[in-house]
Structure formats: C-alpha cells, structure tokens
C-alpha cells in the first residue's frame, strides 16, 4: 500500500524531532479539503508548511489521503538536510521542468547515500517500508550549508553548498547531530560485566567501534574502545 501525504509529513516531522511543536500547532489550515478524519495530522501539515517542506496543490487543496511518490519523498528529505536552494538551482540551469522536475533532486540524493536501498521509479508512490529507509539514510547523512553564491557564464546565480561532512576541518553534522544531538557508530560488544567484572560496573559495556565518521571534529579510529554504551562520546 502507498503512503499518504499527511502520513509522510508526520514521518518527516518526526524525524526532524518537531513533533511537540507540530502538536502545538494543530488546528485549522490553509487547505480547503482537510476533514475531521484528519484532525491529527494539522500539527504536522502546519509544521510541514511553515519549514518550506510541502506545498499544497494549485486549487488550495492538500490531498491529505493522495499517494506519495518516490521523488516527492527524496524532495522533502533534501529539503531537510538543506539542499533545496541549490537542487531549484541546479533545475533551472539545466532546464530540469515540468514532468522532469525530480532530476537533481534524485542524483543529489544518489550521491548522499539517501536512496541507499531503495529502488524505485520517481513516479511510483513509496511503501511505508521505502520511506523508512529514506528517513533512515537521510537523517544520519551529512547536510549541507550554503557559503556564498557563484554566476553560470550566461549570468544565473548558483548557490555554492559546502557538505558538512568532517572533511578538510569541517565539523561532521546531519539531522542525527543537529536535532537529536546524537551520533551514527557502527559496532560490537567486546566485553560485559559478566565477562569481565573487575573493570566493568553491572551496568557498563565495553564497545568496539568498527565503523565511524569524524565527529564535531573528533575521530573515533577502528577499534577504538568505548567503556559505557549508554554514555558514548566521540
């Protein structure tokens, strides 16, 4: 089954932790065909709107219950790590209009790993399983920052992004970091209280990292040894 679109905006609201601020502002909107049965999703259709991540149709209406496609999902979610500005721009540079309008936004999405797992046509409409995944790559990619402007040779702006991606002194972030404060490091358990009682507390483990990125300018290298689970900082 599709997923609509007042069911993905919660999603999206969600994962960029809004949600308390989405149920603040529930009550009436813009749109002329949000019914009773979509009381609930007011917050989050007001919160959608008000962070530029949806618009409505062009007779003012929301059609809360239509399907999502898969390019509408990578759109929202690159608005979301920032990218829109330059995805707009990327479009008119190329010409990228009407029914090819998804272009730079599904290769931007390519190359940040957001469709990691996913393959689908831009016109399908996504399964609650496709969007999940698309969350899920999204919110732990790096997101993106605009640094100034530059001119095409026929004179039209493009913005210039600099990818907040640890590299060349710049501090790693993504959604994870900046709205969940939170940080993305694969690995194992090395050791437990029950394997090894003389150096760990009960409620303590020992943690390996096997895969990380540089955080807030900090490498966790391979291997390195992490005491506490539940107080990991890197």
Request: glycine content about 8%; overall charge negative.
């Amino acid at each position: 089954a599709g997923v609509g679109k007042s069911t993905l905006i919660k999603f999206i609201v969600a994962a960029l932790n809004e949600t308390a601020a989405a149920e603040a502002m529930k009550g009436a909107t813009k749109f002329s065909d949000i019914a009773a049965k979509h009381e609930w999703a007011t917050g989050y259709i007001n919160k959608g709107v008000s962070m530029g991540y949806i618009n409505g149709m062009e007779n003012n209406t929301f059609q809360p219950d239509g399907n999502v496609t898969y390019a509408q999902v990578i759109k929202m979610m690159l608005c979301a790590m920032g990218y829109e500005d330059y995805a707009a721009s990327l479009a008119e540079q190329y010409n990228y209009t009407g029914a090819n309008w998804y272009v730079p936004f599904v290769q931007l999405a390519a190359d940040a790993g957001v469709t990691e797992g996913v393959y689908a046509n831009p016109n399908d409409a996504v399964t609650r399983a496709q969007v999940a995944q698309l969350v899920y790559n999204a919110i732990k990619a790096p997101i993106v920052k605009n640094v100034g402007i530059s001119y095409t040779d026929s004179g039209k702006i493009v913005p210039k992004i600099q990818i907040q991606d640890g590299s060349e002194n710049v501090y790693f972030k993504s959604i994870l970091t900046e709205k969940f404060d939170a940080y993305y490091v694969e690995g194992y358990v090395l050791d437990t209280y029950k394997t090894d009682s003389t150096n760990l507390e009960a409620d303590e483990v020992k943690f390996g990292v096997a895969k990380s990125n540089k955080y807030d300018n900090e490498v966790v290298a391979l291997e390195t040894p992490v005491r506490d689970i539940n107080d990991v900082t890197v």
